[in-house]
């Protein structure tokens, strides 16, 4: 079996296995308790708390830690619901956590601007700029996209945001692990994270909010998360997050040079297989390890259904509940037309891909292709 | 190697028991999950139904594919269905989405899968003798579905297996429950998956408008008022709104015809008017699994599903028409839908009610 869609989940980091199961066995102490079993899992927490802070480049106290991505862009886009200005920038290419949202919000007065992207899935700063309204009160767009990889100019949009003295807020749930980021560099408001896209668990994520911002809640009851996410902490989450964010960090130079000679690698051999295979995305402001590539008259369910006969997963763009395979959204904002988009898979490596794996991967491509010309 | 079998996968038990069946006379089983619209609601359970199935396919521990046809459902059995509304016609889209889209679509997708047949979980028979394909009613007389399989050629029958040809729907729920299938009990889905279970009327209006108009008798009095032709069906008698003071009878009130040109519902009163009776019938697209009109003139057929089939005559067929005649008046005949032949058990094909006389 080999796994080529990380950017849909990755598996546990053994070292994060080997964490949460040690507190889990150990230390189920509720953090708010003052008694031993209290103080050792509020250590764990203010640990994983300075580990996900160090990975990002922010304060510890700037990090508030939720059940995972999508609840932490709720947190942010409800508070836009209770505040005085209710119009949001966004793009196109967000994920269904942000654009959803935005549109449920709009029983609570929230209206919102949904700027394009260019042929190479990137939102331009000018058109952000442009959709500001009087009442806009945040500006929403994420820094790298799901399907395609496309990292967005934050740091100019964050110019723009300042000038209007907007707050800008980034999902950045695709990139940690793959880039570099430093949320001040990048200056931003805050930051959604969550935890399995880069070998943490599944359940948990993270909001980094700047010194000084306070959101209104989601969830009432205790003060935990200083007040702005109340509920007993998930200690043995949290502190798999931790670890999975510092390692992640740490590594992310050297993952990106392996991901690099994968892709290469991969390039190259489809290249002989199929020599009209469609790339999709930025060439230079890309994830790394993330392919977005079309097979040209080959639809994109009937390939995956050969790959996976093959012990090959991949996927047709993102993850969806009900396993449906449709036309991108976003490749379709990409310009990309119809025919096109039905033939494109998503082919994301992780950390544990080889390049024999690769090799394996293209070889699948080559019969299943083969096989489905000659059934035809 | 042993032959390798998509099974269309919908969740429901009927699909679940068939590729359990399969699997266990040693065929390579293979499910496919179809997906042919794209609406997700309160009526249309996919995401319920995808879920169902993957559970069935786990326990059975057959692969499942999901496929989505939401955009050829739409062009060649959608689109058609509402043009069939459109002009007072009462359409039966079950029969176009098995001839263009579970044995076409779904049957290409499969065959590049590498399968060499597919299988559904339609009550009904395939009988191969010396070279030549019939289609056959299922064991289970209350259950058949040829009827709505009437459009499919040798082609389609040929690449197809149907495991609960010989099996009742009691012995689908026995076989179920006793080899422990996780959907065992669910509930049977009726009628066209887009419209489920609503307010036929309700569906109607998302795509038709209101157009009011009189509702008068066959002797042109004015007895109520409609909403629009496209609302009603002929034989209709619920919702007609027809109080009292018309009439002189009890009886209730039948949708007799439409008068498309001066947008006026027809209506009688009392199941036995003989307005709504009628023997001699005018068919047309016809479909012949065998590709051409029956050599026997002496038949059965239905008129609609849910019913016996009834001794007719073709006393008139060629390429794109035909004439028969029932030996009784048949109640209701609704231009639009399919009438299907029948010689004993063999399902002959048959086409659309054009009109009757």
Redesign the interface.
């Known amino acids: 079996m080999h796994y080529f869609d990380h950017s849909a989940t990755t598996p546990l980091h053994p070292q994060v296995k080997n964490l949460m199961d040690e507190v889990g066995e150990l230390h189920f102490g509720n953090p708010s308790s003052v008694h031993s079993f209290g103080r050792k899992a509020r250590a764990l927490i203010e640990t994983a708390r300075k580990q996900m802070a160090t990975a990002i480049g922010c304060k510890p106290q700037e990090i508030i830690f939720t059940s995972g991505g999508t609840e932490t862009n709720n947190l942010v886009l409800w508070d836009v619901a209770r505040s005085d200005k209710k119009h949001v920038v966004t793009s196109v290419i967000e994920h269904p956590a942000i654009l959803k949202t935005l549109e449920n919000l709009s029983d609570f007065g929230v209206t919102f601007t949904s700027v394009g992207v260019d042929e190479k899935g990137l939102v331009d700063p000018q058109d952000v700029e442009n959709a500001i309204t009087d009442e806009t009160g945040l500006i929403s767009i994420m820094l790298a996209n799901n399907e395609v990889g496309t990292i967005q100019p934050i740091t100019d949009i964050s110019a723009i945001a300042k000038q209007h003295s907007i707050m800008l807020h980034s999902d950045a749930v695709q990139a940690l692990g793959k880039i570099p980021i430093n949320v001040k560099e990048l200056g931003v408001d805050c930051m959604s994270f969550s935890a399995h896209k880069f070998y943490g668990p599944k359940g948990v994520g993270a909001l980094f909010i700047k010194n000084g911002i306070k959101l209104k809640p989601l969830i009432y009851g205790g003060s935990q998360e200083r007040a702005m996410r109340a509920g007993t902490e998930n200690t043995i989450g949290v502190t798999g997050m931790g670890l999975a964010a510092e390692l992640a960090a740490k590594n992310v130079v050297t993952s990106a040079d392996h991901f690099h000679s994968l892709t290469e690698t991969f390039k190259k051999q489809l290249k002989k297989i199929l020599p009209n295979a469609v790339y999709h995305g930025h060439p230079n402001h890309h994830l790394p390890g993330l392919i977005s590539v079309s097979f040209p008259g080959y639809r994109n369910d009937l390939l995956m259904a050969h790959l996976d006969r093959r012990g090959i997963a991949v996927s047709s763009g993102s993850a969806c509940s009900s396993g449906d395979v449709k036309p991108s959204k976003i490749l379709s904002a990409m310009n990309v037309d119809d025919d096109l988009n039905i033939c494109t898979l998503r082919i994301s490596f992780g950390l544990g891909n080889t390049l024999e794996e690769v090799t394996i991967l293209t070889k699948a491509i080559n019969s299943s292709l083969e096989q489905i010309r000659s059934a035809a | 190697m042993s032959e390798k079998i998509v099974v269309g996968m919908s969740g429901g038990v009927d699909s679940a028991v068939s590729a359990l069946l399969l699997k266990e006379k040693g065929f390579d089983v293979?499910c496919?999950?179809m997906?042919n619209w794209?609406e997700?609601s309160e009526y249309c359970t996919?995401?319920q139904d995808?879920k169902d199935a993957?559970m069935a396919s786990e326990y059975l521990d057959l692969?499942?594919?999901?496929?989505?046809f939401?955009h050829e459902y739409k062009d060649r059995v959608f689109n058609l269905f509402l043009k069939e509304y459109a002009a007072g016609r009462t359409p039966n889209p079950d029969t176009l989405c098995n001839k263009e889209i579970k044995f076409k679509a779904f049957l290409e997708?499969a065959?590049?899968?590498?399968a060499n047949r597919i299988a559904t979980g339609h009550y009904a028979k395939i009988e191969r003798t010396n070279g030549s394909i019939n289609l056959l009613k299922g064991a289970d007389k209350k259950k058949d579905q040829s009827y709505f399989l009437y459009m499919l050629n040798k082609h389609q029958l040929d690449k197809a297996i149907f495991p609960l040809g010989d099996v009742t729907k009691k012995d689908v729920r026995t076989i179920a429950k006793e080899r422990g299938l996780p959907n065992y009990n669910r509930k049977d889905s009726t009628g066209v998956c887009f419209i489920g279970e609503r307010d036929f009327k309700e569906f109607l209006l998302q795509y038709f408008k209101l157009n009011p108009g009189d509702i008068v008798t066959d002797d042109n009095k004015i007895v109520g008022r409609h909403d629009g032709l496209t609302f009603y069906t002929l034989g209709q008698r619920q919702g007609l709104g027809i109080g009292g003071g018309y009439g002189f009878k009890e009886e209730p009130w039948y949708v007799v015809n439409k008068d498309i040109e001066n947008n006026k519902l027809i209506v009688v009163q009392g199941h036995d008017h003989p307005a709504l009776f009628h023997k001699e019938l005018i068919i047309n697209n016809l479909h012949w699994v065998s590709g051409k009109c029956p050599e026997k003139t002496e038949l059965s057929a239905k008129i609609r599903y849910r019913q016996r089939d009834k001794k007719c005559t073709i006393i008139k067929c060629n390429k794109n028409e035909l004439i028969v005649e029932f030996e009784e008046p048949q109640f209701a005949v609704t231009p639009g839908q399919a009438t299907v032949f029948y010689d004993g058990d063999i399902c002959l094909g048959g086409g659309k009610i054009k009109s009757r006389n």
């Open positions: 293979e496919v999950f997906k794209e997700d996919t995401e995808y993957l692969p499942l594919r999901t496929v989505n939401t997708y065959l590049a899968l590498g």
